[in-house]
């Protein structure tokens, strides 16, 4: 898989080195990445089961079915571009943290939260 502004290994297990993320999902953050113009570090993509802040879920999280990734976020500007497009790009899961955005493309009911 070929990606404009990604490479698979960017998102790597950080515990495992395993990867199972979706293509169409890293298609989906490519997007993103070139509405907001700017560029994306990614603190966390592809989690295995075996990840310490996934044992302790009771269900695994979008991160283990490659369909999640942290954004690591410089100031307010950043986070605000990265919210209003994932937003308009159909993301349906945004988590709001100080150093990081989270983005993933879940299932179920669109949620937004704050770390």
């Given at each position: 898989?070929?990606?404009?502004?990604?490479?698979?290994?960017?998102?790597?297990?950080?515990?495992?080195?395993?990867?199972?993320?979706?293509?169409?999902?890293?298609?989906?953050?490519?997007?993103?990445?070139?509405v907001c113009?700017?560029?994306?570090?990614?603190?966390?993509?592809?989690?295995?089961?075996?990840?310490?802040?996934?044992?302790?879920?009771?269900?695994?999280?979008?991160?283990?079915?490659?369909?999640?990734?942290?954004?690591?976020?410089?100031?307010?500007?950043?986070?605000?571009?990265?919210?209003?497009?994932?937003?308009?790009?159909?993301?349906?899961?945004?988590?709001?943290?100080?150093?990081?955005?989270?983005?993933?493309?879940?299932?179920?009911?669109?949620?937004?939260?704050?770390?």
């Amino acid at each position: 898989m070929e990606f404009k502004y990604f490479k698979l290994s960017d998102f790597d297990c950080q515990e495992t080195g395993e990867n199972g993320m979706q293509g169409s999902f890293i298609e989906e953050l490519d997007k993103l990445r070139e509405v907001c113009g700017f560029p994306f570090i990614i603190t966390s993509g592809f989690r295995s089961l075996e990840h310490s802040l996934e044992k302790v879920k009771s269900a695994p999280g979008t991160h283990c079915k490659g369909l999640a990734a942290d954004i690591r976020v410089a100031n307010g500007s950043e986070r605000m571009m990265i919210v209003k497009h994932a937003l308009s790009l159909g993301f349906t899961g945004i988590g709001v943290a100080k150093s990081f955005i989270h983005v993933d493309k879940r299932d179920s009911t669109p949620v937004l939260w704050c770390y």
